[in-house]
């Protein structure tokens, strides 16, 4: 029978673009490979899957996509989005049973790759079908390493750890204060960090771990982890740092989220900055998932028309419950009630504001962009690192604190947005940080080592360097069963 790999993504736009875009670079190194996604329920209908997954099924005829049964969720009071994936992938756990041994009829499955966040299928590929399990973490190695360690964390204190004012030692980072830990790991008592702590604790059962980072970029941490110091108790499985794994530009997906209008946007985006000087342009845009309140658009605001620099700005609808992240489909903002009155006609000669959705990898690789005003989350971090543009950090949920503290002092890419205890920014602060990265000389020190780690990117992905050889090391493990 021919061979297949299983993808297990969990139901987010973001982490199913990382998972395609390994499955393409499988297909790369194996062509002969036949590769197979499965699609579990989207916890909120934030909308944005379909038309990704119908631009992927009609390009690459090797990837297939098994849309599991909905599952119905019971917990509506949530306070992490996370909890919300955490029993969708859950209840859905008989329905991926079910879909392995249809698929295994037909195909000899060399491996399935799951989603950190789909951990709970772990024991069911490894213990009751017996296919090699991979664990595959879309985010850095220094989050991983906080992850396996947190079982570790959690014997040292009783204690929460938003309620530890202190700097955590996590093997491998600097010190972490126990406010920028991963958002869902701040209170025990909450549901996504018994998942979290659960699934730290299963992890060192996979045949390996795949990680969408290389080796230059994380050299500390990756051998911190492989050294075994992150799981102290237990084994460490090899690690496979195979990236950076970024949609391709040009592809359906971008920053953001998609509206109705859309398909004018990336023209209106382009030929704008077309007319734009050389690293002029800042670019703010926080993510497929990322909301800002009313008068956090407000201060922005006031800050990039008081920076004088030139902008554009992706601006979507302010939450309409206590999450930081859109659970819904948004429709499109009124700019005009968000924004400060007169400040689109004041600044049109300099700045341009786009509704929803931009075509993020498109524009950071313009020569226009100077800089990325960004929410860490690290789809956009690396594809801010391949295009060579320096960032500003401005977290807004899940490990995107971890990300900021890593990304300005351990990389030097990014300066940090400061925020109030609160998590409110100022118009100040927006104003220095945008005029630090584009006229301080540690902004410029930042572009020089994004330039840099742009070239280190490149050549870890070529033929012979440490991704591609990766890659070649994972097909071999499970050629091989080593």
Known sequence: MDEAVVLYPSPTIGHLISLVELGKHLLTHQPSLSIHILMPTEPYSAGKMDTYVSSISGTFPSIKFHHLPTVTLSNTSATHHETFIFEALRLSKPHVHEQLLSISKNYTICGIIIDFLATSALSLATEELNIPAYIYITSCASFLASYLYLPTLHQKTTKSFRDVREFHDIPGLPPIHGTDMVKPFLDREDDAYINFLDFAIQTPQAKGIIINTFELLESKVIKTISDGLCVPNNRTPPLFCVGPLILAEGQGAGGGSKSSSDDAVPDECITWLDSQPSQSVVFLCFGSLGLLTKEQLREIAVGLEKSGHRFLWV???????????????????????????G?????????????????????????????????????????????????VAWPLYAEQRLNRVVLVEEMKLALSMNESEDGFVRADEVEKKVRGLMESEEGELIRERAIAMKNAAKAAMDEGGSSYTAFSKLIESWKHGK
Do not use: Y
């Open 343 to 391: 400040f689109l006609e004041r600044t049109k000669e300099r700045g341009l504001v786009v509704k929803l959705w931009a075509p993020q990898v498109k524009i950071l690789n313009h020569s226009s962009i100077g800089g990325f005003v960004t929410h860490c989350g690290w789809n956009s971090t690396l594809e801010a690192v391949c295009a060579g543009v320096p960032m």
């Open 315 to 341: 601006v979507r609808n302010p939450p309409a419950n206590d999450l930081s992240v859109a659970i819904k489909a948004q429709g499109d903002p009124d700019l005009d009630s968000l924004l400060p009155d």
